[in-house]
């Protein structure tokens, strides 16, 4: 049975994410920050516009937060007007922003003294399968706060595992995004030295896909890349904060990441040249402004 849900930021993923939650069959009360999305979002899917986090959490059986970052997660869930305020004990709340998993741990404690459950579930996936429902869901915490949760994750997602405790949920997730931005800086890398070389950079491309250098990234990013199409799908501000938390776990952990700190530097180098807000691609441009060489 479909239970009332509140859903907390209604961004590239989260907006697509509550709407599978409606198609669902839940009941979502929206809220964001910019009031307007969450009306139109209410006038496409239907449920209710919450006037604060804490309103969207009256009568729910689960919230579900998807923000920018910890502290966003941590004032929207405990702060004033906050979530937990409007909260019946027992709640179940999800948290399927990227933290770092120190903020996990915290967020999870405060929920636990209030008699109230805490996952955290960062996904993997991108707004295309944030729209078909088809996203990996990494999540950390209890086993019955997991499986309570399950009914939620099937709505949004289609590969989902419990990763371990609290915290490794975004644990995991980190790692894996600094993976991906790596190749896709790596990527980057290849497709200049390609076109500097004079070679076809289709064929590159298409060889590159076919062979052992094949990847997400190459299917995703290679084409979008060549034709310098930077449509945010996942905004390079956002990747460049996950790679710092992955490198602060990393440190924290003991164990050096060296590739992705470099790669860090490719994303720093686009961020400041005002390429923050598109996809996460534009690492191009640091490459190509390094050689002096343009796709």
Same mark, same amino acid.
């Given at each position: 049975m479909a239970e009332p849900v509140g859903f907390v930021g209604l961004g590239i993923m989260g907006s697509r994410m509550a709407a599978n939650l409606a198609r669902a069959g839940h009941e979502v009360?929206?809220?964001?920050?910019?009031? @307007?999305?969450?009306?139109? $979002?209410? *006038? @496409?899917?239907?449920? %209710? /516009?919450?006037?604060?986090? %804490? +309103?969207a959490a @009256?009568?729910?059986?689960? /919230?579900?937060?998807?923000v920018v970052d910890g502290?966003?997660? +941590?004032?929207?869930?405990l702060g004033e007007d906050g979530a937990a305020g409007g909260a019946a004990a027992g709640t179940l709340f999800i948290d399927c922003t990227t933290t770092?998993?120190?903020d996990a741990e915290r967020i999870g404690a405060a929920l636990a003294e209030r008699g109230m459950g805490f996952v955290d579930a960062p996904v993997s996936g991108s707004s295309p399968k944030a729209e078909d429902g088809t996203l990996t869901i990494m999540a950390g915490g209890a086993q019955a706060d997991f499986e309570r949760a399950r009914p939620y994750f099937e709505a949004m997602g289609e590969k989902i595992l419990h990763v371990g405790p609290l915290g490794h949920g975004q644990t995991v997730k980190v790692i894996s995004n600094a993976v991906g931005a790596t190749n896709a800086a790596t990527l980057a890398q290849a497709l200049v030295v390609g076109k500097a070389s004079g070679v076809d950079l289709g064929a590159l491309v298409d060889v590159l896909g076919a062979s052992a250098a094949g990847s997400t990234m190459v299917t995703l990013k290679a084409e979008p890349m060549v034709a310098h199409d930077y449509t945010p799908l996942f905004r390079l501000d956002h990747m460049l904060k996950d790679m710092g938390i992955a490198l602060e776990t990393s440190a924290a952990a003991g164990a050096p990441f060296p590739s992705a700190a470099l790669a860090r530097e490719l994303y720093l180098a686009a961020q400041h040249r005002g390429l923050g807000d +598109? *996809? $996460?691609?534009?690492?191009? @441009?640091a490459v190509e402004g390094l050689a002096g060489v343009r796709l």
């Open positions: 009360a929206v809220y964001n920050r910019t009031a @307007e999305k969450a009306q139109a $979002f209410v *006038d @496409e899917h239907g449920g %209710r /516009v919450a006037a604060s986090p %804490r +309103e @009256e009568g729910a059986a689960a /919230v579900i937060t998807m502290p966003q997660v +941590e004032a929207i869930l770092a998993p120190a +598109e *996809d $996460f691609a534009a690492v191009l @441009e």
